[in-house]
């Protein structure tokens, strides 16, 4: 293994077999196994098959009973519902995966996709905004679309009603790609099911959901940081206060995209959003030619030869991992203490343990103590 | 004469008698004596009188023929006409002037005033926007001039149609201040008559025009410098791009002032002006409570005692004096050289040859040339 391949950031290489490919998508589906770790288990067990080997006794070691990696049948399932779909999975690491994507630490490893899957290759700029946006908001929706799809531009949206519908469409020529909450094949909401079949053909739909699953509310944050993510700028052309548009615009932020917001009337209630960002430092933005002149460089984003490894922003969760470990020893400890040792939030904290258990690194005592695995 | 008084930017002593204000008057009346050649004379001079009975000779020096100082009648038939209107000249470098304004390099000397001029030692904010607004710039115009009058601001604007009408009313009885671009008892637009009463009887009228002026196109854009002069932050609520309020703004700007703008949908082709200067750096006004924010700690601004002389910053046309006078000597060269041999554009260049002419340190000669006086 190169010392390229260890650096915890860098993209695993992709599968390479039959089997390969059966083993990356069984390890993602098995329980507890989200992109962080999945990207560990790769990097830490050299293969998808060893991973899924060790998981059952590492699961054991972490307190976890009665753990079972994702049965066969379900990647079968899984696999069978795509073909129909016409769907096909994109591997992290391999060449037709966005490269935008692998700057991020919980990038999808595998992403289901249907339609144009070239459109992952051209410069795109995302467009979001409120579902029930005004005929107003629709319209400079429709017209940002049309005229950064006229110079090149690919829009990423969301599949939602309201902007996203009215970017979707002024973009289906040019180049539109539309990432789906619940799986690929699952079109939400109804009445864009003409839309989702028209991007099909034209355009490119994506998901990093099993096959048939059902679009729920933890689902949405989850895809907004692939719509970004995808996105060299996020452009929120209507929204509310508080509306998941600006949770978007805030990941997007966090990932180093620009972010630009289309400004409205104080009076607006569905400009508050949008000039909130602006007020926040957002680009204000009147026209197509606002948000080009926003872009960085093409070399800042898509000229990383593809051997080049990325610059090694270390995720933060290794960093609380090392801080966990570092804490605790063989004497248990109470979680409580460890909460107010380290630099991290309960938030943070919760999801760390349960990698670290996982892991086999640490584990549980009765009464809420931790320690290190014997 | 004290150091103090010889510092280019302080404020010159008022003048203490009768004589003293009447050539005050007649100084700054007289031909090619604006605000800053008028500070210079009365620097150089001492006083008033002696500038008035050195100005002839400073002419015929400068080779400006049959030069006259005002005569008396035209200050008299002026002192008549305010007391009929009411109005008192305030003094630059008097306790009644507004000690904003004395940072300004060309500060109007003397100020008309009628109403109460105690409203000038109150922190104030200009509102402006356009003469054609829009209901909801009006009432965006409204809302802010009432909430902010209500915290203690006093609200100045320029009299006109539109943004400025609906400020002068919402700020009627909390404090307001017009400063006329003509005389201060010349009533313009005539729609605004009973408004104009209105502010000299509850609030405050300026103008450094003489009385019975008629208002001018060019007299607006140096009545815009004492608006935003008057005040710690200039609000444009309404404007369209390459209006006048985008001018006052950049006056503002120039003056370091606060400049803040109220958003508007890109549709919105009155909102564009506002849009332009968002996009450059103004900030984004939802509220009078986001005009408070961004104005400078009251230290900044008002807390200078006023025995301490104002920051030095050195007046650009005096840089060019010193670079013209450098450059000249006693053998004639043309003006096009000139300009070509300092960091200066024409429109900078011919004020400051006629303010060195006026001071009979240069020479014009026939054909364009010019010389250093003998």
Chains 1, 2 share one sequence.
């Not at 079972?68 to 037709?96: F, M, N, T």
């Not at 990093?208 to 052309?237: C, D, K, W, Y």
Request: glycine share 8%; hydrophobic share 45%.
């Amino acid at each position: 293994m190169t010392e390229e391949q260890l650096s915890s950031n860098h993209p695993p290489l992709p599968p390479t077999t039959e089997e390969d490919r059966f083993s990356w998508l069984r390890l993602l589906r098995s329980r507890k196994v989200g992109p962080a770790t999945f990207r560990r288990l790769l990097r830490e067990h050299g293969s998808a098959q060893n991973a899924l080997a060790a998981l059952p006794e590492m699961a054991r070691a972490a307190g976890i009973e009665g753990y079972e990696i994702c049965p066969p049948g379900v990647i079968e399932a899984e696999l069978k519902a795509a073909k129909a779909a016409k769907a096909r999975l994109l591997y992290l690491g391999s060449a037709d995966f966005p490269a935008a994507l692998n700057d991020l630490n919980d990038a999808p490893p595998m992403l289901w996709a249907i339609g144009n899957v070239s459109l992952l290759q051209q410069p795109a700029i995302a467009m979001v905004g409120a579902r029930n946006c005004s005929s107003l908001g629709a319209r400079m929706a429709r017209g940002l679309a049309t005229d950064l799809g006229g110079k090149g531009h690919v829009i990423v949206s969301g599949l939602a009603r309201g902007i996203d519908t009215a970017a979707h469409i002024a973009a289906l020529t040019s180049g539109t790609i539309a990432v789906m909450a619940g799986g690929v094949d699952v079109i939400y909401p109804a009445e864009n099911t003409e839309l989702a079949h028209n991007i099909a053909s034209n355009g490119l739909r994506l998901s990093e959901q099993p096959m048939g699953v059902t679009p729920q509310a933890r689902h949405f944050p989850r895809r907004n940081r692939i719509i970004s993510g995808l996105a060299q700028a996020v452009v929120v052309v209507e929204a509310a206060a508080k509306s998941g548009s600006l949770i978007t615009a805030r990941d997007a932020l966090d990932q180093g995209r620009e972010v630009l917001a289309v400004p409205g009337h104080p009076f607006d209630a569905r400009a508050a959003g949008c000039n909130l960002l602006i007020r926040d430092g957002a680009t204000l933005v009147r026209s197509a030619e606002d948000v080009i002149e926003a872009l960085p460089q093409k070399d800042d984003l898509f000229s990383r030869k593809p051997d080049q490894p990325p610059a090694p922003a270390a995720p933060r969760s290794q960093d609380l991992h090392v801080q966990i470990l570092e804490r605790l020893g063989p004497s248990p400890i109470a979680e409580d203490q460890l909460l107010r040792d380290i630099a991290a939030s309960a938030g943070e904290l919760g999801p760390a343990l349960v990698d670290l258990e996982l892991d086999g690194r640490i584990q549980r005592q009765p009464g809420g103590l931790l320690s290190l695995a014997g």
